[in-house]
């Protein structure tokens, strides 16, 4: 999906970017308001990142994102809404690491 798709949605997805990026705030995803440069900057100081890490994060967010269609039992489209797996800021991809 492209970044123009998400930031049309963004009160959808303000969901999903808090789920990603906890330690923005409300006033930050009111500032951000769907805009990725303002994402950005605000993943960049919130989690003490250089700038490209949190270009590459945002990058991943939105290749990721995804429209989700639910259908009535009748067949009519009954919602649609953002849905997306998403890993917190900062959360290791290994499984198991230091267990023994």
Not at 15 to 39: H, N, P
Not at 49 to 71: G, K, S
Request: glycine share 10%; aromatic share 6%.
């Amino acid at each position: 999906m492209n970044w123009d798709q998400i930031e049309g949605k963004w009160k959808q997805s303000v969901g999903q970017v808090k789920e990603k990026w906890g330690k923005l705030t409300d006033d930050d995803l009111t500032v951000i308001a769907g805009k990725r440069d303002q994402l950005v900057g605000k993943v960049q100081e919130r989690y003490g990142i250089m700038r490209d890490e949190a270009e590459q994060q945002v990058n991943d967010f939105e290749r990721n994102y995804h429209d989700v269609v639910t259908t009535a039992p009748d067949g009519e489209v009954e919602e649609v809404r953002t849905e997306r797996r998403v890993r917190p800021a900062g959360k290791s991809r290994t499984r198991g690491a230091g267990k023994p």
